[in-house]
């Protein structure tokens, strides 16, 4: 069922991850590709670009999630915790949207990544953010 996980996130340590979630569009059971997943919460996968690490997984929606903000005049890291079914509600689940509208980000000035595994480094960088 579904597809095999490549890697650990401890052997990709310090490369940026990405995460999406898998569009299940054949009876919300398949993916594009047609493997099945059945039904269920969201699927995702999070996987570093040269796929050394690619981790699929199913998430409850809602629940907190952590943004980090880079403010790239001062260099500054902000870390927010927030409900994701307020941006989900107010936001139509965008982000940016939540990030320049609720907290008045200029979107020229900052670079942001979020997910539930953001670990507060206060020695975080621009590299950081990929």
Partial sequence: MGRDNIGDRKSVEGQRIY????PLT???A????????GIGYPLYVEYT????YVRFFRKEP???????VLCLDVLDVDIITVDKSFIDRKFGGDIE??????CQYDLDNIQWISGDNINVNLNMTEASFG
Avoid: M, N, T
Avoid at 19 to 22: G, T, Y
């Fill in 19 to 22: 995460c999406r979630k898998v």
């Fill in 26 to 28: 054949y009876d919300g």
């Fill in 30 to 37: 398949y993916d594009k590709g047609g493997a099945y997943w």
């Fill in 49 to 52: 670009l040269d796929k050394s």
């Fill in 62 to 68: 809602g629940g907190k999630i952590k943004i980090a």
């Fill in 97 to 102: 949207c939540f990030l320049i509208e609720h």
